[in-house]
């Protein structure tokens, strides 16, 4: 016999099974130096994709950043001083849902990172973390410092096949595991997940990186992910067939991608588990963090023999 549990975000989770909402600002990145700052937290996922494009491309000096508290409680996502985060430099706001209401006084969504906030316009334009990755990779070149091609026109069509896969059963896949309300959502979920792990890491056997010869948008989708899973989705959202650690080229390649320079940079344990474990409590009522695991990132990942 089935139960219902109680919900985490009740609006997005029905029947037992979790359906994330869409996002609401959708509107055109211009690629403009100094017009934009990107609202994020270090914790998420989805934040952390673009903070990785922004890194790699070192578009620092043309795109602000400010990150929140990592511990979001009933009234959400907060700045505050803090290693990592601070207050509000741009427009002095307390909580990001006063940026959602200066860009929308209807709004009545959760509130999310990342959120890009547009000066000239003052209000958020996009908080889509696939437009603003995709725009940071191709509308910002004349102003990055470094060179990266994240989205090539030869891989594109592959790129979209596997963002969708992977966004589906791995990205958004531990999530609807993690917040199902019954066992059936639950065990559908998870079990997807771990398939498509496993087709990962045959995938992985024979190259380096899933599409090209070098990391493209794809890896760094499923890398965050990834980065998480051992620490935070495995034991707290029940993803626990096999951690990454388990596989052998899934565990070489986050090593490779990780060490990719300034990208260690881009990964705070810290916050992600407090956040996970803290702000969750109707999955983890206690908010205990766990102590572990231990995770060698900087060892030899010995990909570099593969094409």
Not at 151 to 160: F, L, N, T, W
């Amino acid at each position: 016999m089935s139960t219902i549990a109680k919900a985490q975000f009740p609006d997005e989770q029905s029947g037992g099974d979790f359906q994330r909402q869409v996002d609401a600002f959708r509107e055109a990145i211009a690629g403009e130096a100094g017009r934009y700052h990107l609202y994020v937290s270090w914790a998420c996922p989805w934040a952390s994709r673009t903070i990785i494009v922004r890194k790699l491309k070192s578009l620092e000096d043309a795109i602000g950043m400010t990150a929140v508290d990592p511990i979001r409680d009933e009234r959400g996502w907060a700045f505050r001083d803090g290693p990592g985060y601070s207050r509000d430099p741009m427009n002095g706001f307390t909580f990001l849902s006063e940026a959602y209401a200066a860009s929308d006084p209807d709004y009545r969504g959760r509130v999310t990172v990342p959120a890009l906030w547009d000066k000239q316009a003052g209000r958020i334009v996009n908080n889509s973390d696939d437009d603003i990755m995709r725009a940071f990779e191709t509308q910002f070149d004349a102003f990055a410092k470094g060179h990266v091609e994240l989205y090539p026109a030869e891989h594109r069509e592959e790129i979209e096949a596997l963002n969708e896969l992977i966004y589906e059963t791995v990205n958004n896949g531990v999530y609807r595991a993690g917040f199902a309300t019954s066992q059936e959502a639950y065990e559908k979920a998870a079990y997807r997940v771990f398939e498509t792990l496993d087709r990962l890491e045959e995938r992985l056997a024979h190259r380096r990186y899933l599409v090209a010869a070098h990391p493209v948008e794809t890896d760094w989708k499923l890398f965050v992910t990834m980065i998480r899973f051992d620490a935070v989705y495995f034991g707290h959202f029940k993803c626990n067939l096999r951690r990454i650690v388990d596989y052998p080229n899934l565990w070489g390649y986050l090593r490779d991608l990780y060490q990719i320079e300034g990208i260690a940079g881009t990964v705070n344990f810290d916050q992600i588990k407090r956040h996970y474990y803290m702000t969750h409590d109707e999955i983890n009522p206690t908010r205990i963090v766990p102590i572990g695991p231990t995770l060698d990132l900087l060892t030899p990942h010995g990909r570099e023999r593969l094409t």
